[in-house]
């Protein structure tokens, strides 16, 4: 596989290994092999293992001395629960955008849901949707905070949402639901409206692994699966 220019190699490793686990190719409890995945990206051992270290870290991967990485189970609980962190931590941040009433940064808001508007039907809703977030998470998160939110959105891959713009317009009322709290002050608000989009997107995303065949649908029985 060509290397990715202007990406990290441990990013692309993680990135990799995530899409093989939602692809169905790594299950839980599957070893991860590291010299089958260097030798598919190209890569030497040296970003494996730091990608390894940053999957264990959030929650993906499990070493064990001397036998290597294991998928940490992966079920419908935990793709909520990443979805609900990452919603927690990214209210925090719109919060703290309420608080500060930048006019600017508002300014800026209000363009991308302009533009958003303006193609809620196409792959052309996704990026000004990713900028919004990127504005208030980069402006009003600390290294700390923003490490964290990085950290949990392991399971929701930038490439995996323009395909899906059924879905566009619930996540175009949650964010307009962002930006109202902050243009109005409201942190309490704020925090609701990215609670209500995380949960937005686990649905789709939980609909899409049912449908591949990675997750059994809710209440399924497990016996034979």
Not at 43 to 70: F, K, M
Not at 172 to 197: K, T
Request: net charge neutral.
């Amino acid at each position: 596989m060509p290397k990715k220019y202007g990406v990290k190699e441990k990013d692309l490793v993680v990135s990799h290994v995530v899409n093989l686990i939602l692809t169905g190719k790594l299950r839980s409890g599957d070893r991860m092999d590291r010299n089958e995945i260097a030798q598919e990206l190209g890569l030497s051992r040296v970003p494996i293992q730091e990608a390894v270290v940053q999957l264990e870290h959030d929650g993906i991967l499990s070493t064990q001395y001397h036998r290597g990485a294991y998928v940490e189970p992966f079920d419908e609980s935990v793709v909520r629960e990443h979805h609900e962190i990452y919603g927690m931590l990214s209210g925090i941040a719109s919060a703290r955008a309420a608080a500060a009433q930048n006019p600017e940064h508002l300014r800026q808001l209000d363009s991308l849901l302009k533009t958003m508007r303006a193609n809620v039907d196409s792959r052309a809703f996704q990026e000004p949707a990713f900028q919004f977030r990127v504005l208030i998470n980069e402006a009003y998160s600390g290294p700390r905070l923003l490490a964290a939110i990085e950290g949990s959105q392991a399971f929701l891959p930038r490439a995996f949402w323009p395909a899906y713009q059924a879905d566009h317009p619930s996540l175009l009322r949650s964010l307009e639901a962002d930006f109202d709290a902050i243009r109005r002050g409201d942190g309490e608000a704020a925090r609701a409206a990215n609670a209500e989009r995380a949960a937005v997107m686990a649905r789709i995303m939980l609909t899409e692994l049912v449908r591949r065949g990675v997750l059994r649908p809710s209440g399924a029985p497990t016996d034979g699966f």
